[in-house]
């Protein structure tokens, strides 16, 4: 049982937008950044969102993120066949003292 | 560039222990944490813990408290994540990845390749 609670599934057609939801609590995402991460089939997770709504270098503006008290959303815009993929939310849990990830929430294209 | 390179598959019995390193290189070493993140065979992501290349002070989640050691080298910018008594449940990929200072502020924003370690008897 993972600490964030994410829709284990989600889906949309090329050019919609969808949203992939990540609930927490007041000692982990309450007091906390957020980051997403997304892992393509067989590949390793890659940053996709940090500080809640911040794109690293290289990431689409395609992507967003946003955070309101104790949960945080993931926006993808003008989907893509690429898209598709595992997404993850995390964060630092006050009360475990380490990092927590969401249960994953996978992506289709269809 | 800036990667994290791990060492090769691991095949163990039941009992036994694993020790995968990560080689960092690009970067400062003890600039950045590295933190250890397990994934078993379609399941999400578990976090297992960190440690600070420049200290060497570590914290670990609680689910592996007293069976984790993670170390390093730091003449050879290389980190170490040691699991002992192994269980068949500890079958997964383990990847190390870079993580900034303080942790609750940053992400993980360089990731090893992924090691196998698979535990049969």
């Known amino acids: 049982q993972s600490v964030l609670t994410q829709p284990p599934s989600a889906s949309g057609t090329p050019g919609q937008r969808v949203t992939i939801s990540c609930s927490g609590s007041s000692s982990n995402i309450g007091s906390n950044y957020v980051f997403w991460y997304q892992q393509l089939p067989g590949t390793a997770p890659k940053l996709l969102i940090y500080?809640?709504?911040q794109r690293p270098s290289g990431v689409p503006d395609r992507f967003s993120g946003s955070k309101s008290g104790t949960s945080a959303s993931l926006a993808i815009s003008g989907l893509r066949s690429e898209d598709e993929a595992d997404y993850y939310c995390a964060t630092w849990d006050d009360s475990l003292s380490g990092r927590v990830f969401g249960g994953g929430s996978k992506l289709t294209v269809l | 560039q800036v990667q994290l390179v791990q060492s090769g598959a691991e095949v163990k019995k039941p009992g036994a222990s694993v020790k995968v390193s990560c080689k960092a290189s690009?970067?400062?070493?003890?600039?950045?944490?590295i933190n250890w993140v397990r994934q078993a065979t379609g399941q999400g992501l578990e976090w297992m813990g960190w440690?600070?290349?420049?200290?060497?002070?570590?914290g670990y989640a609680q689910k592996f408290q007293g069976r984790v050691t993670m170390t390093r080298n730091t003449a050879i910018s290389t980190a170490y994540m040691e699991l002992t008594s192994l269980r068949s449940d500890d079958t997964a990929v383990y990847y190390c990845a870079r993580g900034g200072i303080p942790a609750r502020d940053y992400g993980m924003d360089v990731w090893g390749q992924g090691t196998t370690v698979t535990v049969s008897s």
């Open positions: 440690m600070n290349p420049d200290s060497g002070n570590t």
């Open positions: 690009g970067y400062t070493f003890t600039s950045y944490d």
């Open positions: 500080s809640n709504d």
